[in-house]
């Protein structure tokens, strides 16, 4: 007990950044441990820990990369784990946490309201619990109709238990924009979802799943609860605008630029190179899953690719990468600069410098990460080009989940480059460098304002 209590006060001295990244790693590490017993591989021997510990950070990261074919390396139970950590990644540990502890009664305390509100990334404390209540509440319906919706297609293929089986645990994966599949004993290991190209179905429900993950939570309960664009607040229409900008531009290009591609779209019918047009731009807002084998499509296609993994989704959301908000807060920025005006205006809202700064430094951020990764990857694993390198490296950073190198056959250095980089991705590469400066700066001077000093720019 007296452990416990000495643990309960350390981490109460612990920022709300520091927990939260301390409770990703301890989730991580957790299943990890336990992907490694025996009983979670389909042939009953122990894991590679290494391999494992990869496994545990991409679902709970809820990127995709994989060292093993999900469907055929490990067991019913391995599959289990896996797709409770992706449910974790998800949703954030501490809105599990808050959810065990509604259920048992217990009261949330001011330290649990922050800790949310740093986990949902929300800006007021204000009806916190309630918000966390609607979110999980939201999702297992959101999840469970998806895995109906695609048991209905599963089962006559596959089953009734493995039908309905499949049919939840892609739900979850594409609603959590994971990329896990359970595919590979069906078309060949690392196939992913390549077998339903044609399958309007499928494809519909697994894009429609991957785009209410991406949208983010506040946005789906804000569509809920106002049903009229003119009434949704201003994150939200920003959020619905760049997210149809995107996916209706990435369709046209990925169209254009693959359509006479034999190795891609070129031999499928037009219903096929629709869906699957589709299908791949709604997937590289960070979901991971793969309709056509992307190892073949071309160079133009592929740097394409690299920017949608960048942007990602949308904030408070299941996905990664920058945020549509952030690059809509760049364009905005840029254009009014341009246009010579003093303050960025959105809907007729300005926006704060504190938000335009904000988004300097995350996409400042995301490039540096993205080269020094792409770097490191290329001399540490020279086997891969460096156009594998830097699309396994932005796909680990926007947690994205697709390959054109293979993870696989990454070496130990590697392995761990992409774990960093998974890590950094989903807890936020903002929240870890917060968390660790704020350990050895301190905060006393911040406010003292020191003479202007001029610059040249440009």
Request: charge should be positive; hydrophobic fraction near 50%.
């Given at each position: 007990m007296?452990i416990i209590d000495?643990?309960?006060?350390?981490?109460?001295?612990?920022?709300s950044?520091?927990?939260i990244t301390a409770?990703?790693l301890?989730i991580i590490?957790l299943?990890?441990?336990i992907?490694?017993l025996?009983i979670?591989?389909?042939n009953g021997?122990?894991?590679n820990?290494?391999?494992?510990l990869?496994?545990?950070t991409?679902?709970?990261?809820?990127t995709?990369?994989?060292?093993?074919?999900?469907a055929?390396h490990?067991?019913?139970?391995g599959?289990?784990?896996?797709?409770?950590?992706?449910?974790?990644?998800?949703?954030?540990?501490?809105?599990?946490a808050?959810?065990?502890?509604?259920?048992r009664g217990k009261?949330?305390?001011l330290?649990e309201?922050?800790?949310i509100?740093e986990?949902l990334?929300?800006?007021d404390?204000?009806?916190?619990?309630?918000?966390?209540?609607?979110v999980?509440?939201?999702?297992?319906?959101?999840e469970a109709?998806g895995?109906?919706l695609?048991?209905?297609?599963?089962?006559p293929?596959?089953?009734f238990?493995r039908?309905?089986m499949?049919g939840?645990?892609?739900?979850?994966?594409?609603?959590?924009?994971a990329?896990?599949?359970?595919?590979?004993?069906i078309s060949g290991?690392f196939?992913?979802l390549?077998y339903f190209?044609d399958?309007a179905f499928?494809?519909?429900?697994?894009?429609?799943l991957?785009i209410l993950?991406?949208?983010g939570?506040?946005v789906i309960?804000?569509?809920?609860g106002q049903?009229?664009?003119s009434k949704?607040?201003?994150?939200?229409?920003?959020v619905?605008i760049s997210?149809a900008?995107l996916?209706?531009g990435g369709f046209?290009?990925i169209?254009?630029?693959e359509?006479n591609?034999?190795?891609?779209?070129?031999n499928?019918?037009?219903?096929?190179k629709?869906?699957?047009?589709m299908?791949?731009t709604?997937?590289?807002r960070t979901?991971?899953?793969?309709?056509?084998?992307l190892s073949?499509?071309?160079e133009?296609t592929?740097f394409f690719?690299l920017?949608l993994m960048?942007?990602?989704?949308?904030?408070a959301?299941?996905g990664g990468?920058i945020?549509t908000?952030?690059?809509a807060?760049l364009v905005l920025?840029?254009?009014d600069f341009?246009?010579?005006k003093?303050?960025?205006?959105?809907?007729e809202?300005?926006?704060s410098?504190?938000?335009i700064?904000?988004a300097?430094?995350?996409?400042?951020?995301?490039?540096?990460i993205?080269?020094?990764?792409t770097?490191?990857l290329?001399?540490?694993?020279p086997?891969f080009?460096l156009?594998?390198?830097?699309?396994?490296?932005m796909?680990?950073?926007a947690t994205v989940?697709?390959s054109?190198?293979?993870s696989?056959?990454?070496?130990?250095?590697?392995?761990?480059?992409i774990m960093?980089l998974m890590?950094?991705?989903?807890?936020?590469?903002?929240?870890?460098?917060?968390a660790i400066?704020s350990?050895?700066?301190?905060?006393k001077?911040?406010?003292?304002?020191?003479?202007?000093g001029?610059?040249?720019?440009?």
């Amino acid at each position: 007990m007296r452990i416990i209590d000495r643990n309960i006060k350390f981490l109460q001295k612990w920022s709300s950044v520091q927990i939260i990244t301390a409770g990703f790693l301890f989730i991580i590490l957790l299943g990890a441990s336990i992907l490694s017993l025996p009983i979670c591989s389909s042939n009953g021997t122990v894991t590679n820990f290494i391999d494992s510990l990869f496994t545990a950070t991409s679902a709970v990261c809820v990127t995709g990369l994989v060292a093993f074919d999900t469907a055929t390396h490990w067991s019913l139970f391995g599959k289990v784990v896996i797709i409770s950590l992706i449910q974790i990644g998800g949703l954030g540990f501490m809105t599990i946490a808050t959810m065990i502890s509604l259920i048992r009664g217990k009261k949330i305390n001011l330290k649990e309201r922050l800790l949310i509100q740093e986990s949902l990334n929300q800006i007021d404390l204000s009806g916190i619990v309630k918000l966390t209540k609607h979110v999980i509440l939201m999702v297992f319906i959101i999840e469970a109709i998806g895995g109906i919706l695609l048991s209905i297609n599963f089962i006559p293929r596959f089953g009734f238990v493995r039908g309905l089986m499949y049919g939840m645990f892609h739900s979850i994966s594409a609603f959590c924009n994971a990329g896990f599949d359970l595919m590979g004993s069906i078309s060949g290991e690392f196939s992913s979802l390549t077998y339903f190209y044609d399958n309007a179905f499928v494809m519909i429900v697994v894009s429609l799943l991957i785009i209410l993950g991406g949208l983010g939570y506040p946005v789906i309960l804000d569509v809920l609860g106002q049903r009229r664009f003119s009434k949704l607040t201003v994150h939200s229409k920003l959020v619905i605008i760049s997210t149809a900008i995107l996916l209706i531009g990435g369709f046209v290009f990925i169209f254009a630029i693959e359509y006479n591609n034999p190795n891609t779209l070129g031999n499928m019918n037009m219903k096929g190179k629709l869906l699957s047009s589709m299908f791949q731009t709604t997937t590289l807002r960070t979901a991971g899953f793969n309709s056509i084998d992307l190892s073949l499509t071309r160079e133009s296609t592929i740097f394409f690719m690299l920017i949608l993994m960048l942007i990602g989704a949308s904030p408070a959301s299941t996905g990664g990468g920058i945020k549509t908000t952030t690059m809509a807060v760049l364009v905005l920025t840029v254009k009014d600069f341009l246009c010579g005006k003093d303050q960025i205006h959105i809907f007729e809202r300005s926006v704060s410098s504190e938000n335009i700064k904000k988004a300097m430094v995350i996409f400042f951020i995301a490039i540096f990460i993205f080269i020094i990764g792409t770097l490191a990857l290329s001399v540490t694993n020279p086997q891969f080009s460096l156009i594998e390198c830097a699309f396994e490296v932005m796909s680990a950073y926007a947690t994205v989940g697709l390959s054109i190198g293979g993870s696989p056959n990454l070496n130990i250095v590697g392995k761990f480059i992409i774990m960093i980089l998974m890590f950094l991705g989903r807890v936020g590469s903002l929240t870890i460098f917060t968390a660790i400066l704020s350990i050895n700066i301190a905060k006393k001077d911040k406010n003292i304002k020191r003479p202007k000093g001029k610059i040249i720019i440009g």
